[in-house]
């Protein structure tokens, strides 16, 4: 039991639910009165305290209920505005604050640089994502990266981004993917229809990705409106565990809903499609069939780092869980990064001056001719345009990690071993102190106007220490491919410019409603 601050909830319990319970036993049968004043008795004593949680009088935060905690506040606030809510909670307790709920434990979140320099890099080895994040996305991620604490996940999965023929490939599929998506947005341009250009990104970035991971072409770009088997179920599941996030019961509710089954079907359809090629590798592999050196994908380079000298051939379910924590990864998140740059870019009141120097920059570099490799890391300012959108709506809004031993953080806040920390990148994104009074202004030049790029514990959303993203330069690179030939040819006008900046609640960050979107030819 624990004992927390008194709260205006314990107050409201003494002066509203008291009177009404005592009220109650006064007109009951003996036995009920028993028990009612047992009931009364229990709650009373422990009033200031959560179930199972060590209390912790010394942190602010939230006032919860007796016994329950933060439960009723955690299980009302509505998810779609979870990262604003955060963000109150911020400005009214400060850098640090605590909440607790019995079952799930106790949570201190934090938002401040030198804290997540704490956790992240400096003892990064103290806080692990522990158990609950591998039972939430575990369905989707298996033993991948993104669930395990450290091994040989990181270790592989770095040696892929040094193998410099990866980095050609991948730039070669981008252009290609992108020309499929100009391809699409053609039979649109000047007519008044209205594409979705979020769907769109979603199609890019999963083509793409069928290429690189598997080899395989998914043709979403073919037709966006369609659904392809293997990114319905990958959406499906990804979206169904999400929810496990923001529910405490989540178990319960899948179990009534029907989700569980779902969410099995989900995964099954995803590994066995997954498993199929694998098995048609094994087989070329043993028939001895040249794999072009230049067109080598994620899978085929998996499988050949573990046939390496020294390296530890990758089992079938290993080799399944490495491609797909890639896609998951890297492909939502992009796609909704790109979406995110385009609203911003386009929505009223948008200095014109973004797009103007966007537009100048790409003619100045392409020269009417294709993206590379080469010409994307000249496109400054369409990364500033990509870095500043994700500051604001970083695809990754928060995360969490288990203490390990009992450990004490800058600023003298002690955190107990089992206890866990959480941070809100959104919040960061917005913060003042980090980034000045004009947090909260899509202003891409000021990542061109700054004298030192900001580190990676105050610019959080591609995350920070031995854990960062292992994809920020394959994200920047597929972003501003397709930023540079969309720019090269066409204007976006959106059908809506006062949607308001609404994401649907999940792991990463998707704008709702979709990007609807009118495209005009440049006539300029
Ligand atoms: C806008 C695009 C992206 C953003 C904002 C982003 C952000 C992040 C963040 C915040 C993490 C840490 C997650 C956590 O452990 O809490 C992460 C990890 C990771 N990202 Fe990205 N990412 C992006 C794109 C990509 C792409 C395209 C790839 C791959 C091609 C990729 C590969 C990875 C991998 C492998 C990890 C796991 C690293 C580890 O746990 O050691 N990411 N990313």
């Given at each position: 039991m624990s004992t927390a601050p008194t709260s205006t909830a314990t107050m409201g319990f003494t002066s509203t639910l008291l009177p009404k319970l005592l009220t109650l036993i006064s007109q009951n049968s003996n036995r009920r009165k028993l028990l009612l004043a047992i009931i009364l008795y229990t709650v009373y004593k422990y009033r200031r305290s959560v179930l199972f949680v060590r209390p912790r009088p010394d942190l602010p935060g939230p006032p919860g209920l007796p016994l329950i905690g933060n439960f009723w506040e955690m299980a009302t606030t509505p998810t779609a505005v979870f990262h604003q809510s955060q963000e109150r909670n911020f400005a009214k307790y400060g850098r640090v604050y605590t909440m607790a709920i019995p079952g799930v434990g106790r949570t201190i979140t934090v938002k401040d640089p030198e804290i997540m320099d704490h956790i992240?890099?400096?003892?990064?080895?103290?806080y692990e994502k522990g158990t609950r994040s591998k039972q939430t996305i575990g369905p989707l991620a298996?033993?991948?990266?993104?669930?395990?604490?450290?091994?040989?996940q990181r270790q592989y999965a770095s040696k892929i981004f040094t193998v410099k023929a990866f980095r050609q490939y991948t730039n070669d599929v981008f252009v290609q993917e992108a020309q499929r998506a100009i391809d699409y947005i053609e039979t649109f341009a000047d007519t008044g229809k209205v594409v979705d250009l979020q769907r769109l990104f979603y199609c890019f970035t999963l083509d793409s990705f069928g290429e690189i991971a598997f080899?395989?072409?998914?043709?979403c770009l073919g037709d966006p409106t369609k659904d392809v088997k293997f990114a319905a179920a990958f959406d499906r599941l990804n979206h169904n565990l999400s929810g496990r996030f923001f529910s405490p019961t989540y178990k319960l509710v899948e179990w009534w809903t029907g989700t569980d089954k779902l969410i099995t079907e989900d995964r099954t359809i995803i590994r066995d499609f997954a498993q199929k090629i694998i098995d048609r590798r094994r087989r070329e592999r043993q028939e001895q069939v040249k794999v072009d050196e230049g067109k080598k994908d994620l899978l085929q380079l998996f499988m050949d780092i573990g046939s390496e000298e020294g390296g530890t051939p990758l089992s079938d379910d290993m080799l399944v869980d490495s491609v797909l924590n890639f896609i998951i990864a890297g492909r939502d998140t992009t796609a909704q990064a790109l979406a995110w740059t385009f609203y911003l870019m386009h929505?009223?009141?948008?200095?014109p001056a973004i797009v103007q120097r966007m537009q100048e920059e790409t003619d100045s570099v392409l020269q009417g001719g294709l993206p590379t490799y080469e010409t994307t890391k000249q496109q400054k300012f369409a990364e500033a345009c990509f870095n500043e959108s994700i500051r604001l709506f970083?695809?990754?809004p928060r995360s969490t990690r288990i203490c390990t031993q009992d450990d004490e953080l800058p600023g003298g806040i002690k955190v107990h071993k089992g206890e866990r920390v959480n941070w809100n990148t959104y919040a960061m994104g917005r913060d003042e102190k980090i980034w000045?009074?004009?947090?909260k202004v899509y202003n891409p030049f000021r990542w061109m106007e700054m004298k030192e790029k900001p580190t990676s514990s105050k610019f959080l959303s591609f995350h920070h220490?031995?854990?960062?993203?292992?994809g920020q330069g394959f994200a920047v690179t597929e972003a501003v491919t397709l930023m540079s030939m969309f720019f090269q040819k066409y204007t976006f006008e959106l059908e809506?410019?006062?949607?308001?900046a609404n994401y649907i609640p999940s792991l990463t960050l998707p704008l709702a409603g979709g990007l609807r979107a009118r495209v005009n030819r440049r006539t300029d």
């Open positions: 992240l890099k400096t003892h990064f080895w103290n298996g033993n991948g990266i993104f669930t395990a604490d450290g091994e040989w080899g395989e072409v998914f043709n929505r009223r009141g948008a200095d970083p695809a990754v000045g009074p004009d947090a220490g031995p854990r960062t993203c292992l809506n410019p006062d949607q308001k």
